[in-house]
């Protein structure tokens, strides 16, 4: 582990590199304990850069020799990171032997061993864990890979690209040759060598060619891959026909493995998986996971273009590729649930997408790790796989669809493939496509790729009876003083009294309900004529923008907008506006020791929603769904978690006991019969009815309890399981302890549904007042024999479960002095994983002052501790400054 001080790299420091590689020969001896690494560069100096050495970067590498065409260079600079080496003419050979440690790799960066196999990760910097090497995306080059190992023990050796020898050795080992004909960055770089099985299927691309599909894992596991190929299938068609991109490999392989620091990683025709985003079986998998499985089984597929073919210049361009392949796969997403769901389950996806923003993006641009969407200065490039990059990165593509068009965007889209096919390029190179291919100037909409910060939106209108017009005016304002405008999107809409949309007339033209204004200035004014009546305004229509709209609705027109906007998202986001109002309320009469009384006039409007049974059950959950703990958190000044808690639990209590009879019968109606399909209708229907369960469990309801236990027994599919697990565990209901302990005896030997089992118990409310705090039942989980401080996925369920999915019982002192405890035990495993928990208490500065004082103290106890990586320096290091 790198433990110096952590250096800030600057995006305007960017240099091309002097050397690049045209081809890498690399021969792997394999081995857990000592891998010899050899490695031959074909090296050319680059004739667009300044002069200069050949560079090449390492981290925690033996080195064993080094050679430029055939002898040790006289004057190589070597230090434990960086290789130096001053070179003659404009071509060169080097090889290099390095040793390394696999099995000692508990950073899951590089090379290392999982469950007995081997598995690489080299996004961002893992390539230079293998061997010395330019180690950055603009290095792009060909490939060949040998790979050398124990037959019995690793009888399957994969690469990138196409197989193109193997065969036996000496001793019981054997070997395979690996070629990619694609030029990529070492980032891209992956190997496989383990005992696995394989699901394969063949198809023929849009041009005829016939190509072959494979999903690697476990023998046990292969049963649980089906999903993952039908998605992967559907993947390849919808780029073929939304984007006209085509599988350009012989083969496309995937392969899952236990221990991952993320999600998935899209190494050039070698897909690694965290078995999680990859196995489904619908007794193991939740409708969430299998929603999840086929977003980013398609996000990793649709990298091979946007990503690999054309891929980022330096690391600031994330982005470029992140933001993009985001959009792709909300976009994927979106069109399969909508074939099958309508127009309906895609409002549902935009409001799943849009929930996620405002709980993990929004925070983040408010507090101490605030970026633009390029960054411009990093000190550990994996603390920037954030929710910025990706999420707020598909938001501002989304945006230039909308301002352009599908047919628009599809058009930069072709011409940004046209221009830099093979290439690694900027965010300005993929916008400059954009505005060239539609013959219009986006140099102000580029304003978005460096503004840190969530923009805010206001809006007031004047109606003007005697005239028949609505003026309206929108103003925006940028986090920091001074900032130019930013062009934004907004559609609108205005309802009538009847509740309906009435047409919009603006300059002469008339659209018939929703339209989109272009706002590209502090403050705009817009006045549509014709309008016949006194209208409610329907702003910032699905969510058109990645702001925060401060509207100043009262109670009866968010009633009146949650009961009838004509657009689904606003629909949603007026009943979510509503329902923070009431929490924010009932939250500071908790904070003042005041009694909590639900207001009747949100009583009224949860009522009436809850009745309304021409809605579709998806959409149904999450109209009726209370915004997210830390969404909430975020719009309380200051942050009082324990009041917050106080406050939705009275509200759930409170709308459960109230309403108990319709969710008993809303729940009975919603029981989906015959076998597993994860389809949008029944994946509704178990959303809502877990959903009533939740609100009656929380309620206390013995009806409900028994409802809870009941499905829980019967259930036919994970997702009754745990919704109904979920709503005994929220809950004081008695058989909350034996349906965790039935949980776990089902389930003891499967390791990823133990992962929910934990996550569960840790992101465990105290109904009882007189139950321990959760941090108790935390401690103990830690020394169950199912957790693995090694592996991430325990420690994102158990302390992620804890950290950041249960603030209510995490912010404490005692909260925090533990958290300080894990992450510095966390930062001698697992660099990465540890700063991700770590980033649990940047928002400190936010919080009631008893609370800042125990956080405070914890930040700076990890800051002072021994060893730290520069990823956990820099979080630590960001939140004291
Ligand atoms: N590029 C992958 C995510 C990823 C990023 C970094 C990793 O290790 C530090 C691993 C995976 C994706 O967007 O899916
Ligand atoms: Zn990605």
């Not at 476990?218 to 939304?242: F, K, N, P, Q, Y």
């Not at 058009?411 to 291919?437: E, N």
């Not at 014709?530 to 401060?550: N, Y």
């Not at 005041?594 to 809850?610: D, N, Y």
């Amino acid at each position: 582990m790198r433990t110096d001080t952590p250096q800030t790299i600057r995006r305007a420091d960017y240099q091309p590199l002097a050397w690049t590689v045209t081809d890498v020969d690399l021969h792997f001896a394999l081995d857990p304990a000592a891998t010899l690494v050899r490695s031959r560069l074909t090296l050319k100096r680059n004739p667009r850069a300044p002069a200069g050495p050949l560079v090449l970067l390492g981290d925690e590498l033996e080195l064993v020799s080094l050679q430029i065409d055939g002898r040790t260079p006289a004057a190589a600079r070597i230090t434990d990171t960086r290789i130096e080496v001053d070179l003659d003419g404009d071509t060169a050979t080097a090889d290099i032997v390095t040793r390394i440690a696999p099995a000692k790799n508990t950073a899951l960066s590089g090379l290392y061993t999982s469950r007995g196999g081997f598995f690489t990760q080299c996004e961002a910097e893992g390539f230079r864990r293998i061997t010395w090497f330019p180690d950055r995306p603009d290095a792009m080059a060909r490939y060949t890979v040998t790979l050398e190992a124990d037959k019995a023990s690793y009888p399957v050796l994969l690469s990138n690209g196409n197989l193109v020898g193997h065969g036996e050795l000496a001793d019981g080992r054997h070997f395979a040759r690996w070629q990619d004909p694609f030029p990529k960055p070492s980032y891209l770089f992956a190997l496989v060598a383990a005992d696995l099985a394989v699901n394969e299927r063949r198809i023929t691309t849009m041009s005829g060619r016939e190509v072959l599909l494979q999903i690697w894992t476990e023998t046990a596991a292969l049963e649980r891959t089906g999903h993952a190929m039908e998605s992967l299938v559907r993947a390849i068609r919808w780029d073929e026909e939304r984007f006209g991109l085509e599988l350009d490999l012989e083969r496309f392989m995937i392969v899952a493995v236990s221990d991952f620091n993320m999600g998935a990683m899209e190494n050039k025709g070698l897909n690694i998986f965290n078995s999680k985003l990859l196995l489904a079986t619908p007794d193991t998998a939740t409708d969430v996971d299998y929603e999840s499985i086929e977003a980013v089984v398609a996000h990793e597929y649709f990298h091979n273009w946007t990503g690999n073919r054309v891929t980022c210049r330096d690391w600031f361009q994330l982005t470029l590729k992140e933001g993009l392949t985001v959009f792709r796969d909300q976009e994927f997403t979106a069109d399969m649930l909508a074939a099958e769901g309508g127009d309906s389950a895609r409002a549902v996806k935009r409001i799943d997408d849009v929930r996620v923003l405002r709980a993990a993006q929004f925070p983040e641009d408010a507090g101490p790790m605030a970026h633009p969407i390029r960054p411009d200065s990093y000190q550990e490039i994996n603390n920037f796989y954030t929710a910025t990059v990706y999420e707020k990165g598909a938001e501002v593509i989304r945006m230039l669809q909308t301002l352009l068009g599908r047919d628009g965007f599809r058009k930069g889209m072709d011409l940004y493939f046209a221009r830099h096919d093979g290439q690694a390029v900027t965010c300005d190179d993929f916008v400059a496509a954009m505005a060239d291919a539609n013959g219009r100037d986006l140099t102000q909409f580029l304003r978005w790729y460096s503004r840190p910060g969530t923009p805010r939106l206001s809006a007031s209108g004047r109606y003007d009876a005697a005239a028949q017009t609505y003026t309206l005016t929108l103003a925006q304002r940028s986090a920091g003083a001074a900032d130019e405008a930013l062009l934004i999107p907004v559609a609108v809409g205005l309802l009538g009294a009847d509740g309906r949309d009435l047409p919009l007339t603006l300059a002469g033209a008339t659209a018939p309900g929703t339209r989109l204004l272009e706002l590209d200035a502090a403050e705009q004014t817009w006045t549509f004529t014709g309008v016949a009546e006194r209208p409610v305004l329907s702003l910032l229509r699905g969510f058109s923008a990645p702001v925060i709209a401060d509207l100043d609705e009262d109670d009866a027109t968010l009633a009146f907008r949650m009961a009838h906007d004509g657009d689904p998202f606003n629909r949603w986001d007026a009943a979510q506006r509503f329902m923070e109002r009431t929490v924010l309320g009932l939250a500071a009469d908790a904070a003042a020791g005041r009694p909590l009384a639900t207001p009747e006039a949100f009583v009224a409007a949860f009522g009436a929603l809850l009745a309304d049974d021409a809605l579709d059950p998806a959409f149904h959950a999450q109209a009726l769904a209370l915004p997210g703990e830390s969404y909430l958190l975020e719009r309380m000044t200051p942050a009082d978690p324990a009041a917050l808690r106080t406050a939705l639990m009275h509200l759930l209590r409170d709308l459960g006991k109230r309403f108990a009879a319709d969710w008993l019968d809303r729940h009975l109606d919603c029981r989906v019969a015959g076998d597993y399909r994860y389809h949008p209708r029944d994946v509704g229907l178990r959303a809502l009815g877990n959903l009533c369960l939740r609100y009656l469990c929380a309620a206390g309801e013995l009806a409900g309890f028994a409802a809870a236990e009941r499905q829980f027994a019967q259930a036919g599919n994970m997702s009754e399981r745990l919704g109904a697990l979920g709503a005994l565990v929220h809950s004081a209901a008695p058989q909350r302890d034996s349906a965790l302990a039935a949980f776990h005896a089902h389930y003891a030997t499967d390791t990823l549904v133990l992962d929910k089992w934990f996550a569960l118990q840790a992101g465990a409310w105290r109904w009882d007042p007189a139950a321990a705090p959760t941090l108790a039942r935390v401690r103990q989980l830690l020394a169950h024999p199912a957790f693995a401080a090694t592996n991430p996925n325990k420690v994102y369920a158990l302390l992620g479960g804890y950290f950041r999915a249960n603030p209510g019982e995490f912010h404490s002192p005692d909260g925090h002095a533990f958290w300080a405890e894990q992450i510095v035990a966390l930062n001698a495993i697992n660099p990465q994983v540890a700063a991700r928990m770590a980033r649990a208490l940047e928002r400190w500065r936010s919080f009631t002052p008893a609370l800042q004082a125990s956080m405070r103290r914890a930040l700076e106890t990890v800051a002072a501790s021994e060893g730290l990586s520069p990823d956990v320096a820099e979080i630590v290091g960001k939140a004291l400054a």
